[in-house]
């Protein structure tokens, strides 16, 4: 990275102090010099909205694939440090989520939905079949929670896309709590057989307005300050809560994740992520991937919650430098 910039440390990201002002008068405007926001025909034709951010004689392009309730622009400071490091960039909203296509049976923004949990799988494959082609290579894939368990889903059935994987907090499992997993799928899929699939589960609320920092996945409060005050300004970012579908869906996507013979497909380097204070996933089912594929590493994220990427300072530029590290690893 050059420039001389006393807001930025020397990799590109956000110091806390002063966060929300440089992100809102330095990094967002300077991406948005740089910005090709397209709408790509994802499966069964949805429409998604697809950021790319080419760059000459770049060193690869990461592709950015964002976890349950999330968007694109949450990874806004991730997105300008990959840049100001080399790296071009593409970036999409998953179906159901920010400015892609929704059900227009589900009038509620901020509930998240999908029929199956394929076809996450299908748009990110599609992606990278197409506007993905387009980009430098060689290519890699950066994906956090839900967007791991995509991003996994694919790398057992694709061999050929992604010359490395980095996982943050990746969904292998999602955290259910005191329910048994048996339980909670007779639950849904009864729901989900008398035509309720698509409601909002029943722990579940509509999006109200700020979510309070005590309960939130994140320890950064400059980074999740600046993200809420965006989402309430802003209602296609006020993804808060599941549908029956999701959950049901959600629960059973690690049998395929774990299933006999599937993470031993994988065959591209993979490097996970586990944050040490994790409440929204299953880190002991991160283990039993990592276990499975061939050269994968698993490295824990001291004093991290489940948005290792949206940390404190001192925890997220040493993680952050560390995944550099490893995209530039020969």
């Known amino acids: 990275m050059s420039g001389n910039e006393t807001c930025f440390n020397e990799d590109g990201l956000v110091l806390s102090e002063g966060y929300a002002r440089t992100m809102t008068d330095r990094v967002l405007p300077w991406l948005a010099e740089r910005e090709e926001k397209t709408v790509f025909s994802g499966y069964e034709g949805r429409p998604l909205c697809v950021r790319k951010y080419p760059l000459r004689d770049a060193r690869g392009t990461v ?47 901020s509930l998240t939905h999908v029929d199956r949990f394929g076809e996450y799988v299908s748009d990110l494959e599609m992606l990278c079949d197409g506007p993905l082609g387009d980009m430098p290579a060689p290519h890699y ?24 994987a980095v996982f943050s907090s990746p969904m292998i499992a999602p955290e259910t709590g005191s329910m048994p997993n048996a339980l909670m799928k007779v639950m849904l899929g009864a729901m989900r057989l008398l035509g309720k699939g698509k409601e909002r589960v029943p722990v579940s609320k509509p999006y109200a307005g700020r979510e309070g920092f005590d309960t939130a996945c994140v320890n950064g409060r400059e980074r999740f300050d ?41 065959d591209c380097p993979v490097r996970v992520y586990q944050a040490e204070l994790e409440n929204m996933v ?42 550099l590290d490893y995209l530039a690893r020969p």
């Open 282 to 323: 299953v880190n002991e089912a991160q283990e039993k991937f990592v276990s499975r594929v061939k050269g994968a590493e698993l490295l824990v994220v001291k004093g991290a919650k489940h948005e290792i990427y949206r940390s404190l300072d001192e925890v997220l530029f040493p993680w952050w430098r560390g995944v």
């Open 226 to 266: 600046w993200y809420e005050d965006l989402r309430v300004r802003t209602p296609a970012y006020q993804n808060n809560g599941p549908s029956v579908c999701w959950t049901l869906e959600a629960i059973s996507v690690t049998g395929r994740l774990l299933g006999p013979g599937c993470p031993e497909r994988i």
């Open 63 to 109: 592709v950015i694939v964002h976890g349950f309730t999330e968007c694109a622009v949450k990874f806004s400071e991730i997105i300008y440090s990959l840049l100001r490091n080399g790296y071009a960039v593409l970036a999409y909203d998953q179906r159901g989520h920010g400015e892609s296509w929704r059900d227009p049976d589900i009038k509620d923004l």
């Open 141 to 164: 894939a950066l994906s956090h929670s839900m967007g791991g368990a995509v991003t996994a889903s694919l790398l057992i059935k694709r061999q050929d896309i992604f010359k490395k």
